[in-house]
C-alpha cells in the first residue's frame, strides 16, 4: 500500500491544487442513490424532476457553472437508475411470499464469498461457522402453485457444510424459508435455507484455477504454528477459513480486522512491490503503471473476483491511473469518476459501509499522504519511513468518523495498533501472495515464502493480544449519522486547524490533557472490581459467563464460560481471579462452553460440572478434553443438589424433566435441558436460568420449587421464549441479559424487556453497558448494579 504515493514533486509536474470539479457530481449522484434507496421510487422520481427542471433552467439561461450541469445531469440519470431499481423491488413477485414466510425453492447464482456466523449455532463447536451467509442473484422462483423467471437480490441464510464452499459465479437450487429482509439494500427477501445445495453447476474456469493456488497457500501456511500459519492467507488473499477462533476476536478487538479482509490496501501492496522493482529497473512511468495494472488483475483472479474485490480494485486503479498519466493531480477527478460509475452499475453500493471506507481511504491516499510524506522527508525523515508512517495514518483518520458512526465507539488502542502492524504487513502480503503463485512448482517454493513470512506474522498476532487485552481501550462514541459528523468535524479541524503553530501547540496541550484523564480511567479503570461484589455478569458477547464471589478471596464460582476462550478469561484477570472453586456449565452448546480453556488457563480449578443433558455429544467430548488436559475432574449435577461456601449457596431447583435428545433436534431439548441454580450471595437472592424455555419454564412453575429472587439472570439471552408468568413467579428487583451486540437472533426481546422495566425491575444488558456487578450493601433494599462500560462490539 505504502508504495502506491505519487514520487516527489521533482518527478512530477509542479504542484498545484487538486482537481475538485468531478467531485460535487460524484457526490450528488451518491446523495440521490441513497434517497431512492432508502425513501423509495417515489422519492427518486421527485429528485428526477428536480434534476430535470435544475438543468433545463440553467440551460435555458445560459448561466451557470459547467459543475452545477454536471452534477445535476449525473444526479438525474442516478434517480432514473435508482427508481428503476427500487420499484422493481417494491413489486417483485417474492415480496408478498416474504412477508407471510412462505416455503420456496429458488434458483440461485451466488454473487459473493459466503460469510460464516461463527460459534453461535446450535450444532457449531466454538469457533466454527454452524451457518453461512450466501449473497445471491436470484433466477427462478417457485412459490407453492406459482413460478416465476426473475432476477432480483437475495440473501441466503444457509448451513455451513456444502454452502460454505461455493465460489461466486457456481448456480445452485436452494429450498427453506422466505423472510423480509432487514436492511433497505435492494435486496428482494431473505431466505432461510433447509439441506445442501442442489444442481450445483461448475464454477468458472478462473473460480477454479484460483482455487487451486489458495488451496496450495492454505497447504505451504501449515509450516508455520496455527496462529500465524491460520493468519498467513487471510492476510494475502482474505481466506479466513483457517483463521483460530482466538487470533479473529483479538484482530477484531484490536481494530485490525480489517487486514483480513481484501481491500484496496491488499491490491496496493501487490502493485507497490511491482512499481518498486520497476522503479529499480528505472523503467518508464506509463510502462510501470501498466504492469502494475496487470499484477492488480491476476490478484483479483487469485482472490476470486466478488464485488468487495472488483470495487477494491476499482480503488487502486485510481491511483495507477494517476501515475501512468504522470500527474498525481489526475487522481481526484479518477476517483469521483470510479463512484460515478460504480453506483449507476450497482446502486446498491451506496449503502455498503465497505465501499464508504474504500472511497475514503483512497481519497485519504491521494490528498493528504503524499503532502504528510513530503514534509516529513524534508525534516529527513527516509521516504520509506515516511511512507509506511503516513499512508496508513491518512487512510486511518479518514475513515475513523465512518467507523465511529458504525461501531457507536472509537479505540485509541487501535490508532497504536495499526502504526506498530504496519511495518509487518506488507512483506507478509507479498510473501503469501509469492506462496500461492509459486505453489504449482511444487511445495518447498511456497513453503519457504510462507517461513520467511514468519516472523512478520509472529509480530502482528503479538500485537492483537497485546492491544486485545488492553482494559478499557474502546470508548463509547454516538452511533449513527450525528456521531460520525461529530467526528468528522473533529477531524476536519484538526487537519485545518492543525497547520498553524499556535493551534499545534493548542493540539497538543488538548491531547496530552486529554491522555492524563483517560489512561488512569479506561486503562486501570477506578472501582472496578467494586468493593462487595457478589456477582458479575462477564461481557462475553452473544454467551453466558457469570461469577460468583464465594467469601474466599481470588476464588469464584463460574457459571458458563461464554463462546470464546479471549472475553471469559480477560474478564476474570479483571476481577483479580486467581482459582475457580467449580465452573459449572448449564449446558452444552457452544456459547456456554466455548470459552472453558480460557477460564482453566493458569488458574487452579476444583472441578467441572455438567447437567443431566449431555448432548450435543462434541461439545461434552470437548469439554471432557478440556478439563481433562489440565488434570480438572468432570462432575455431574441434578436437581436437588446443594452447593455450600462460606458467603455462597447453590441450590440446583431445575431442570425438572429434562427432554430427550433427538438428531436434528434445532436447540430447544438442550436449552430446557439447562440447569437451574438459585444462589444467595452477600447480595440477596440470584435466579441463574440458563437458556430455559417454555417448557421448561413451565415444569419450574408446576415443581413448586421457589423462583422468588432479587436478581433473575434473564433465561436465553431475553429472546421472546419467555412466560410472563415466570417472569411473574420470579418477580425480581433486577434483571441481567448477558446479549452480544449486533447478534443474528434479535436478543433481547424488545416487549419482554420493556415489561419488565414498566414493572419497576432495573435492566441492565452486556451489549450496552459491559460487565455487571452486584453488589451487596448493609442493608438488603441497598442491593446495586454496577456497570463497567466498554462493551465489546459487534462482530463483523
Same mark, same amino acid.
Given at each position: 500500500?505504502?508504495?502506491?504515493?505519487?514520487?516527489?514533486?521533482?518527478?512530477?509536474?509542479?504542484?498545484?491544487?487538486?482537481?475538485?470539479?468531478?467531485?460535487?457530481?460524484?457526490?450528488?449522484?451518491?446523495?440521490?442513490?441513497?434517497?431512492?434507496?432508502?425513501?423509495?421510487?417515489?422519492?427518486?422520481?421527485?429528485?428526477?424532476?428536480?434534476?430535470?427542471?435544475?438543468?433545463?433552467?440553467?440551460?435555458?439561461?445560459?448561466?451557470?457553472?459547467?459543475?452545477?450541469?454536471?452534477?445535476?445531469?449525473?444526479?438525474?440519470?442516478?434517480?432514473?437508475?435508482?427508481?428503476?431499481?427500487?420499484?422493481?423491488?417494491?413489486?417483485?413477485?417474492?415480496?408478498?411470499?416474504?412477508?407471510?414466510?412462505? &416455503?420456496?425453492?429458488?434458483?440461485?447464482?451466488?454473487?459473493?464469498?459466503?460469510?460464516?456466523?461463527?460459534?453461535?449455532?446450535?450444532?457449531?463447536?466454538?469457533?466454527?461457522?454452524?451457518?453461512?451467509?450466501?449473497?445471491?442473484?436470484?433466477?427462478?422462483?417457485?412459490?407453492?402453485?406459482?413460478?416465476?423467471?426473475?432476477?432480483?437480490?437475495?440473501?441466503?441464510?444457509?448451513?455451513?457444510?456444502?454452502?460454505?464452499?461455493?465460489?461466486?459465479?457456481?448456480?445452485?437450487?436452494?429450498?427453506?424459508?422466505?423472510?423480509?429482509?432487514?436492511?433497505?439494500?435492494?435486496?428482494?427477501?431473505?431466505?432461510?435455507?433447509?439441506?445442501?445445495?442442489?444442481?450445483?453447476?461448475?464454477?468458472?474456469?478462473?473460480?477454479?484455477?484460483?482455487?487451486?493456488?489458495?488451496?496450495?497457500?492454505?497447504?505451504?501456511?501449515?509450516?508455520?504454528?496455527?496462529?500465524?500459519?491460520?493468519?498467513?492467507?487471510?492476510?494475502?488473499?482474505?481466506?479466513?477459513?483457517?483463521?483460530?477462533?482466538?487470533?479473529?476476536?483479538?484482530?477484531?478487538?484490536?481494530?485490525?480486522?480489517?487486514?483480513?479482509?481484501?481491500?484496496?490496501?491488499?491490491?496496493?501492496?501487490?502493485?507497490?512491490?511491482?512499481?518498486?522493482?520497476?522503479?529499480?529497473?528505472?523503467?518508464?512511468?506509463?510502462?510501470?503503471?501498466?504492469?502494475?495494472?496487470?499484477?492488480?488483475?491476476?490478484?483479483?483472479?487469485?482472490?476470486?473476483?466478488?464485488?468487495?474485490?472488483?470495487?477494491?480494485?476499482?480503488?487502486?486503479?485510481?491511483?495507477?491511473?494517476?501515475?501512468?498519466?504522470?500527474?498525481?493531480?489526475?487522481?481526484?477527478?479518477?476517483?469521483?469518476?470510479?463512484?460515478?460509475?460504480?453506483?449507476?452499475?450497482?446502486?446498491?453500493?451506496?449503502?455498503?459501509?465497505?465501499?464508504?471506507?474504500?472511497?475514503?481511504?483512497?481519497?485519504?491516499?491521494?490528498?493528504?499522504?503524499?503532502?504528510?510524506?513530503?514534509?516529513?522527508?524534508?525534516?529527513?525523515?527516509?521516504?520509506?519511513?515516511?511512507?509506511?508512517?503516513?499512508?496508513?495514518?491518512?487512510?486511518?483518520?479518514?475513515?475513523?468518523?465512518?467507523?465511529?458512526?458504525?461501531?457507536?465507539?472509537?479505540?485509541?488502542?487501535?490508532?497504536?495498533?495499526?502504526?506498530?502492524?504496519?511495518?509487518?504487513?506488507?512483506?507478509?502480503?507479498?510473501?503469501?501472495?509469492?506462496?500461492?503463485?509459486?505453489?504449482?512448482?511444487?511445495?518447498?517454493?511456497?513453503?519457504?515464502?510462507?517461513?520467511?513470512?514468519?516472523?512478520?506474522?509472529?509480530?502482528?498476532?503479538?500485537?492483537?493480544?497485546?492491544?486485545?487485552?488492553?482494559?478499557?481501550?474502546?470508548?463509547?462514541?454516538?452511533?449513527?449519522?450525528?456521531?460520525?459528523?461529530?467526528?468528522?468535524?473533529?477531524?476536519?479541524?484538526?487537519?485545518?486547524?492543525?497547520?498553524?503553530?499556535?493551534?499545534?501547540?493548542?493540539?497538543?496541550?488538548?491531547?496530552?490533557?486529554?491522555?492524563?484523564?483517560?489512561?488512569?480511567?479506561?486503562?486501570?479503570?477506578?472501582?472496578?472490581?467494586?468493593?462487595?461484589?457478589?456477582?458479575?455478569?462477564?461481557?462475553?458477547?452473544?454467551?453466558?459467563?457469570?461469577?460468583?464471589?464465594?467469601?474466599?478471596?481470588?476464588?469464584?464460582?463460574?457459571?458458563?464460560?461464554?463462546?470464546?476462550?479471549?472475553?471469559?478469561?480477560?474478564?476474570?484477570?479483571?476481577?483479580?481471579?486467581?482459582?475457580?472453586?467449580?465452573?459449572?456449565?448449564?449446558?452444552?452448546?457452544?456459547?456456554?462452553?466455548?470459552?472453558?480453556?480460557?477460564?482453566?488457563?493458569?488458574?487452579?480449578?476444583?472441578?467441572?460440572?455438567?447437567?443431566?443433558?449431555?448432548?450435543?455429544?462434541?461439545?461434552?467430548?470437548?469439554?471432557?478434553?478440556?478439563?481433562?488436559?489440565?488434570?480438572?475432574?468432570?462432575?455431574?449435577?441434578?436437581?436437588?443438589?446443594?452447593?455450600?461456601?462460606?458467603?455462597?449457596?447453590?441450590?440446583?431447583?431445575?431442570?425438572?424433566?429434562?427432554?430427550?435428545?433427538?438428531?436434528?433436534?434445532?436447540?430447544?431439548?438442550?436449552?430446557?435441558?439447562?440447569?437451574?441454580?438459585?444462589?444467595?450471595?452477600?447480595?440477596?437472592?440470584?435466579?441463574?436460568?440458563?437458556?430455559?424455555?417454555?417448557?421448561?419454564?413451565?415444569?419450574?412453575? &408446576?415443581?413448586?420449587?421457589?423462583?422468588?429472587?432479587?436478581?433473575?439472570?434473564?433465561?436465553?439471552?431475553?429472546?421472546?421464549?419467555?412466560?410472563?408468568?415466570?417472569?411473574?413467579?420470579?418477580?425480581?428487583?433486577?434483571?441481567?441479559?448477558?446479549?452480544?451486540?449486533?447478534?443474528?437472533?434479535?436478543?433481547?426481546?424488545?416487549?419482554?424487556?420493556?415489561?419488565?422495566?414498566? &414493572?419497576?425491575?432495573?435492566?441492565?444488558?452486556?451489549?450496552?453497558?459491559?460487565?455487571? &456487578?452486584?453488589?451487596?450493601?448493609?442493608?438488603?433494599?441497598?442491593?446495586?448494579?454496577?456497570?463497567?462500560?466498554?462493551?465489546?462490539?459487534?462482530?463483523?
Amino acid at each position: 500500500m505504502t508504495l502506491l504515493v505519487p514520487p516527489p514533486a521533482a518527478d512530477l509536474d509542479p504542484p498545484r491544487p487538486p482537481d475538485l470539479r468531478l467531485v460535487p457530481a460524484a457526490l450528488a449522484v451518491w446523495a440521490v442513490v441513497l434517497l431512492g434507496i432508502g425513501l423509495g421510487p417515489v422519492a427518486a422520481v421527485v429528485v428526477l424532476v428536480a434534476c430535470a427542471l435544475l438543468v433545463g433552467s440553467t440551460v435555458a439561461r445560459r448561466r451557470g457553472a459547467a459543475w452545477v450541469l454536471a452534477a445535476g445531469g449525473c444526479a438525474g440519470a442516478a434517480a432514473l437508475v435508482v427508481a428503476a431499481h427500487a420499484l422493481m423491488v417494491e413489486r417483485h413477485p417474492l415480496r408478498g411470499p416474504a412477508e407471510r414466510g412462505a &416455503a420456496a425453492t429458488l434458483r440461485v447464482t451466488v454473487s459473493d464469498d459466503p460469510r460464516p456466523i461463527r460459534g453461535t449455532g446450535y450444532g457449531a463447536r466454538p469457533g466454527e461457522a454452524g451457518q453461512v451467509l450466501v449473497p445471491a442473484v436470484l433466477e427462478r422462483a417457485e412459490v407453492g402453485a406459482g413460478g416465476w423467471v426473475v432476477g432480483g437480490r437475495l440473501l441466503l441464510i444457509a448451513p455451513a457444510g456444502e454452502w460454505a464452499t461455493l465460489l461466486p459465479g457456481q448456480a445452485a437450487t436452494a429450498q427453506g424459508l422466505l423472510a423480509p429482509a432487514s436492511r433497505r439494500d435492494l435486496t428482494v427477501a431473505v431466505l432461510r435455507v433447509r439441506g445442501p445445495p442442489g444442481e450445483v453447476a461448475a464454477p468458472p474456469w478462473w473460480q477454479h484455477a484460483a482455487g487451486g493456488l489458495r488451496t496450495g497457500l492454505r497447504e505451504a501456511a501449515q509450516v508455520l504454528p496455527a496462529a500465524p500459519g491460520g493468519l498467513l492467507p487471510g492476510l494475502a488473499v482474505g481466506d479466513t477459513s483457517r483463521l483460530t477462533a482466538e487470533v479473529e476476536a483479538d484482530f477484531r478487538a484490536a481494530g485490525l480486522s480489517h487486514l483480513l479482509a481484501v481491500s484496496g490496501a491488499n491490491l496496493a501492496i501487490v502493485a507497490g512491490a511491482v512499481l518498486a522493482l520497476l522503479r529499480l529497473l528505472r523503467a518508464d512511468p506509463r510502462l510501470a503503471a501498466a504492469v502494475s495494472a496487470a499484477a492488480v488483475l491476476g490478484f483479483v483472479v487469485l482472490a476470486r473476483p466478488s464485488p468487495s474485490v472488483v470495487r477494491a480494485a476499482a480503488m487502486a486503479g485510481v491511483v495507477l491511473l494517476a501515475l501512468a498519466m504522470g500527474r498525481g493531480r489526475s487522481a481526484v477527478p479518477a476517483l469521483a469518476a470510479a463512484v460515478l460509475v460504480l453506483l449507476l452499475v450497482d446502486p446498491a453500493l451506496a449503502v455498503d459501509p465497505g465501499f464508504a471506507l474504500s472511497v475514503l481511504a483512497t481519497a485519504a491516499l491521494v490528498l493528504l499522504a503524499p503532502g504528510w510524506s513530503t514534509a516529513l522527508q524534508h525534516c529527513g525523515v527516509p521516504r520509506w519511513v515516511a511512507e509506511a508512517l503516513t499512508v496508513p495514518a491518512a487512510a486511518f483518520l479518514a475513515t475513523a468518523p465512518l467507523v465511529a458512526g458504525l461501531n457507536a465507539q472509537v479505540s485509541p488502542v487501535a490508532i497504536v495498533a495499526n502504526l506498530l502492524a504496519v511495518p509487518a504487513v506488507a512483506p507478509a502480503t507479498v510473501l503469501g501472495v509469492l506462496a500461492a503463485v509459486l505453489s504449482p512448482l511444487g511445495p518447498l517454493p511456497a513453503q519457504a515464502c510462507a517461513w520467511l513470512a514468519g516472523p512478520a506474522l509472529w509480530w502482528l498476532v503479538l500485537v492483537a493480544d497485546r492491544a486485545a487485552a488492553v482494559p478499557g481501550a474502546v470508548l463509547d462514541w454516538p452511533g449513527g449519522l450525528p456521531g460520525a459528523v461529530l467526528l468528522g468535524l473533529l477531524v476536519l479541524g484538526l487537519l485545518l486547524f492543525g497547520r498553524s503553530p499556535r493551534w499545534r501547540a493548542l493540539l497538543c496541550a488538548v491531547a496530552l490533557g486529554l491522555a492524563l484523564v483517560l489512561v488512569p480511567t479506561r486503562f486501570a479503570p477506578p472501582g472496578w472490581p467494586p468493593p462487595g461484589w457478589a456477582m458479575v455478569a462477564c461481557d462475553v458477547g452473544q454467551g453466558d459467563a457469570i461469577v460468583l464471589a464465594t467469601g474466599r478471596p481470588g476464588w469464584v464460582v463460574l457459571v458458563d464460560a461464554g463462546p470464546d476462550d479471549g472475553p471469559v478469561d480477560a474478564c476474570l484477570d479483571r476481577l483479580g481471579v486467581q482459582g475457580i472453586a467449580l465452573v459449572v456449565l448449564s449446558h452444552l452448546h457452544a456459547d456456554h462452553v466455548g470459552g472453558l480453556a480460557g477460564a482453566l488457563r493458569d488458574r487452579a480449578v476444583a472441578g467441572v460440572a455438567v447437567g443431566p443433558v449431555r448432548e450435543p455429544g462434541w461439545a461434552l467430548r470437548d469439554v471432557a478434553g478440556t478439563a481433562g488436559g489440565t488434570g480438572v475432574p468432570l462432575v455431574a449435577l441434578t436437581a436437588g443438589r446443594r452447593l455450600e461456601w462460606p458467603a455462597l449457596t447453590l441450590d440446583v431447583i431445575g431442570p425438572q424433566h429434562p427432554a430427550a435428545f433427538v438428531d436434528g433436534d434445532d436447540g430447544t431439548a438442550v436449552n430446557d435441558g439447562s440447569l437451574v441454580l438459585r444462589a444467595r450471595t452477600a447480595a440477596g437472592t440470584v435466579l441463574l436460568t440458563g437458556d430455559v424455555e417454555l417448557a421448561a419454564q413451565t415444569d419450574l412453575l &408446576a415443581s413448586g420449587a421457589d423462583l422468588r429472587a432479587d436478581v433473575l439472570k434473564m433465561p436465553h439471552h431475553g429472546s421472546r421464549y419467555t412466560s410472563v408468568e415466570f417472569l411473574n413467579a420470579v418477580s425480581p428487583r433486577a434483571v441481567l441479559v448477558s446479549v452480544g451486540a449486533g447478534n443474528r437472533y434479535r436478543h433481547p426481546d424488545p416487549g419482554l424487556i420493556g415489561g419488565l422495566e414498566r &414493572a419497576g425491575a432495573t435492566v441492565r444488558r452486556t451489549d450496552t453497558a459491559g460487565d455487571i &456487578a452486584l453488589v451487596g450493601r448493609r442493608a438488603e433494599e441497598d442491593l446495586e448494579v454496577v456497570s463497567r462500560g466498554s462493551p465489546l462490539p459487534a462482530p463483523r
